[in-house]
């Protein structure tokens, strides 16, 4: 065979492999441009922060717990596409106790949280549109119902009410001092990467006359 032949023979192969090949480079490609991209997102406004729905919960005339604000994040889809049964989890969940010292609970985590239309929330898997923001709620804060029973509403606290993976007899409400929290969020989807996003929040803890002063001593960080 001449070298001609073997030139021959080598571009029929290579456009052999092209043209098999091609399809499958096509289709990852397409794919990659057109997939659903999510990103946790937040900001101190309306409406990842308003006022709870019952601010002020009354059980047989009395006054049980005080709700001042409620908090959410969003879930947004920067893709291209719808992503599929996404899912939130917390699964690590780090509070400080009044002494200060950094506590991990792992009794009650992971847990899935509840997203958010309108006034309702609504636990399960949901779909996200392609540029749309899904809300989910994490906590409110508010004084307990002790303290109130005492006349002590100075102490505020964080309330998380979520859906354990492991059932708890213990309900799926917990309240821990609004000091400092960190936990960490997973989304998790059909046909989307996992995100994974830690989130701190920061407070005095201080119950004050004006609502807006302790709005502006929480700080909420996405690390």
């Known amino acids: 065979m001449t070298l001609t032949d073997w030139v021959y023979i080598f571009c029929t192969l290579c456009l052999a492999i092209v043209a098999l090949v091609a399809p499958y480079i096509s289709e990852l490609i397409k794919r990659k441009k057109f997939a659903p991209k999510l990103k946790v997102t937040f900001q101190k406004e309306y409406p990842y922060i308003g006022e709870p729905v019952i601010g002020k919960p009354v059980v047989g005339g009395k006054l049980v717990r005080d709700n001042l604000y409620d ?5 947004k889809n920067e893709g291209n596409s719808k992503a599929k049964t996404c899912e939130v989890i917390i699964e ?6 009044k002494k200060g010292d950094l506590i991990e609970n792992n009794r009650d985590f992971p847990a899935q949280l509840r997203y958010t239309v309108g006034s ?3 636990l399960g898997p949901v779909d996200i549109l392609p540029k749309a923001n899904k809300f989910f709620h994490i906590f409110y804060i508010g004084t307990s119902t002790q303290a109130i029973k005492l006349g002590q509403q100075e102490e505020l606290l964080f309330f998380m009410n979520m859906e354990r993976i492991v059932p708890s007899s213990k ?3 917990i309240s821990v001092p609004l000091n400092y929290l960190k936990i960490k969020i997973v989304i998790y989807s059909e046909n989307a990467k996992k995100c994974e996003q830690y989130i ?4 005095l803890g201080i119950r004050r006359k004006d609502k807006e002063q302790i709005l502006q001593e929480i700080k909420i960080i996405l690390s």
């Open 71 to 75: 908090f959410c994040f969003g879930v």
């Open 92 to 97: 690590e969940f780090y509070f400080k106790n």
């Open 120 to 122: 309702k929330s609504y």
């Open 171 to 173: 309900g799926d409400e």
């Open 200 to 203: 701190e929040i920061k407070s």
